[in-house]
């Protein structure tokens, strides 16, 4: 018998790789999304990769009414994959209660579900904007959590410390707090990646509007930081990597091997990678210019930040594998299917 997980979030970005990486594994998933950020049309996109329909329920985690009747319906979930939440963090300073209320309701509503339904175990998407700016690079898990700078970035930190509070509270349940570094790129097919909404506030998809021709220009938020060539250092980690570490730390949660009731991993590649490396590495890996211009700093960047992934290397035995000019090569390739769905 399949084990059934719960995927949170599972048409966003981030979930609908890891999606198609438990069920390359021979996971049953059910996904909960209330659309918000994503389409319906990422499930024919999954389906296309791994020949499997997951099963998709429409509706909010911050009713906790429906994950019950979510739970009655599809019976013997065995763990969850929390990615449901709202990521904006420009936005987060302006609407700060939605950040709070859609974060942190997901979450509490999750937890309490699991006892209720004999679920064993959940996998929480934080970040590491839980580190600020580091005293020391590369940053490992024991490194101190600064203050946080944004709504969205405290309310990694609040939930990171709800699961340690409410496991300790609690025997047999688990948790995997995952801290991503900054996900890139696409699935190689291209038929699943990141839907940009709006003006893009992220790097690649910012640059890879601008490379199809969409926005005329990529600004570089400023090239007089204490680094190498002066921009800013970022630790850039393929999704479809990350996405595999998701299907380890579901395993081991299962399989009872955590060593405490919470662990927390970094995802990373270990490699710090500058603004500017970066569009290096997109133009000579696809072949086509990125036209672009230095301009001053952006308000509450972080200088540098890339990470130790040693825990998750040894622990988990998972490794970040894909080389960026793939993953540059991935993204520039999803960039052109968003074009020919007519959508960017
Ligand atoms: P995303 O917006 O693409 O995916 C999130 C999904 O959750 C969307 O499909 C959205 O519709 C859904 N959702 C939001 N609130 C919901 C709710 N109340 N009920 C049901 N569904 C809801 O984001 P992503 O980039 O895939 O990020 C996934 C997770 O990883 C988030 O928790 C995010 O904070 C975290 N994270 C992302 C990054 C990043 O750079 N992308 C970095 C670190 C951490
Ligand atoms: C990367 C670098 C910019 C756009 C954010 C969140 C963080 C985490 C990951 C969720 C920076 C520079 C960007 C542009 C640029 N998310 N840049 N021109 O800021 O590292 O992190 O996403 O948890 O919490 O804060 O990512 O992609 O916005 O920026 O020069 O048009 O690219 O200054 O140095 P960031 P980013």
Redesign the pocket.
């Known amino acids: 018998m399949k084990q059934r997980i719960l995927v949170t979030g599972g048409t966003g970005y981030i979930g609908s790789h890891t999606v198609v990486e438990l069920q390359n594994a021979g996971y049953e998933v059910v996904i909960i999304d209330n659309l918000s950020n994503s389409n319906k049309d990422v499930l024919d996109g999954i389906e296309k990769i791994s020949g499997i329909r997951p099963d998709f329920v429409e509706a909010d985690c911050t009713n906790i009414e429906s994950l019950r009747q979510l739970c009655k319906d599809y019976p013997g979930i065995k763990g969850i994959i929390n990615f449901a939440a709202s990521?904006a963090?420009g936005e987060s300073l302006q609407i700060p209660l939605l950040y709070y209320r859609n974060n942190l309701m997901t979450l509490i509503n999750l937890l309490e579900i699991m006892p209720e339904f004999g679920i064993e175990g959940i996998v929480f998407s934080s970040?590491c904007?839980v580190y600020g700016e580091p005293d020391v690079n590369p940053v490992d898990e024991s490194a101190p959590i600064k203050k946080a700078t944004s709504p969205?970035?405290n309310t990694?930190q609040i939930s990171e410390e709800i699961i340690t509070d409410y496991l300790n509270s609690k025997e047999g349940l688990k948790s995997i707090i995952l801290r991503?570094f900054?996900p890139v790129g696409a699935h190689p097919s291209a038929e699943i990646g990141e839907l940009p909404n709006g003006v893009p506030?992220?790097?690649?998809p910012?640059l890879t509007q601008t490379a199809i021709g969409v926005r005329k220009e990529?600004?570089?938020?400023?090239n007089d930081y204490d680094t190498p060539d002066g921009s800013?250092i970022?630790d850039f980690i393929n999704v479809v990597d990350l996405a595999k570490a998701h299907v380890i730390a579901v395993q081991r949660m299962l399989e009872n091997k955590s060593e405490r009731k919470v662990e927390i991993f970094n995802l990373g590649t270990g490699k710090g990678v500058s603004?500017l490396e970066l569009i290096n590495t997109f133009e000579s890996a696809t072949g086509v210019k990125v036209p672009h211009k230095i301009v001053g700093r952006?308000a509450g960047?972080?200088e540098k930040v890339w990470a130790n992934p040693q825990k998750a290397n040894n622990v988990l035995g998972w490794k970040a594998e894909i080389p960026l000019s793939d993953t540059m090569i991935s993204a520039w390739k999803w960039q052109l299917k968003l074009r020919e769905r007519g959508i960017m």
């Open positions: 990521k963090v970040s904007t969205y970035g990694k991503y900054n506030q992220n790097l690649i910012y990529l600004s570089v938020f400023g800013c970022r603004v952006r960047d972080i």
